[in-house]
């Protein structure tokens, strides 16, 4: 049952981010309130794709279901407390090797996954290229024949993988935002953490830090992927465009296009 008189006024917020905010709930959980102009299909696919992670057995909270809240729709969780991974690295609280490496094993975990009720990754990642703000249409249709052209894979990917979307609680780590989860290419998916860790600045972190915790991830990147890195070269191009479809801060979209420029004159 919900809080008695509960509007997010009375409510303890722990959290905000661009589409949503994280109040307390009731004993032992959360609310994912999102902005009132955030599509309700997208709610329910999040809601979709959270369940379907939690019943793999992956590091993920709880979902008990949707609710509606002074006008505004949210998806109540089970409660995870903890500082996101990011947090740790920007306050280096711990080894920022040690934390590359469960970032690394946690998103390895979710790859060793299958789901066939979640959509094709590649699918998803050609209608964003299509959407690519700023960029030519002849590298969209380039970067979109290359994703065609590519083995359709069958993991389950996050999407999203990047160091705000885990939370280190007293127990285990715990993945969120479930939202972009698909099936599909794991290399995909660690190359958007790669592009995402490089050139995203989503909050003020010391830039000693960030390049530790990003070397110590591709050295495990290497290690894992020996003799198979070019299919992690071979993505960026595609995974870059994708990229420029979301709202991106002047710096990253200015290295992103520069990215994309030198990885388009490699492909011709």
């Known amino acids: 049952m919900p809080p008695s008189h509960a509007t997010p006024d009375r409510l303890a917020r722990l959290a905000t981010g ?83 490496s469960v970032f ?64 280190m609680t007293a127990g285990r780590p715990v993945v969120i935002d479930w939202l972009d989860a698909a099936r599909g290419d794991p290399a995909i998916d660690v190359t958007r953490s790669l592009l995402y860790l490089k050139y995203a600045r989503p909050r003020q972190v010391d830039h000693d830090a960030r390049t530790a915790f990003l070397e110590a991830y591709v050295d495990r990147c290497r290690q894992a992927w020996a003799g198979r890195m070019e299919q992690l070269e071979r993505w960026q191009f595609p995974v870059a465009v994708a990229r420029l479809s979301e709202a991106v801060e002047d710096a990253e979209r200015a290295s992103l296009m520069k990215l994309i420029e030198r990885a388009d004159s490699l492909w011709r």
């Open 18 to 100: 661009a589409s949503a905010e994280v109040y307390a709930w009731d004993a032992g959980r959360v609310v994912k309130l999102f902005r009132r102009d955030f599509p309700r299909e997208a709610i329910e696919v999040e809601l979709h794709h959270a369940r379907i992670a939690h019943g793999l057995g992956l590091p993920t909270p709880s979902v008990a279901g949707l609710i509606e809240l002074d006008g505004r729709t949210g998806i109540v969780f089970e409660r995870c407390d903890g500082p996101t991974l990011y947090e740790l690295i920007q306050s280096r609280a711990r080894d920022l090797g040690e934390l590359a």
């Open 104 to 167: 690394y094993d946690l998103q390895q975990a979710i790859h060793r996954c299958q789901a066939p009720g979640l959509q094709p990754l590649q699918a998803r990642l050609v209608r964003r290229i299509a959407y690519a703000r700023g960029v030519p249409e002849s590298l969209k249709n380039e970067a979109i024949g290359l994703v065609q052209a590519a083995p359709v894979g069958n993991a389950v990917c996050h999407g999203d993988f990047h160091p705000i979307n885990v939370l």
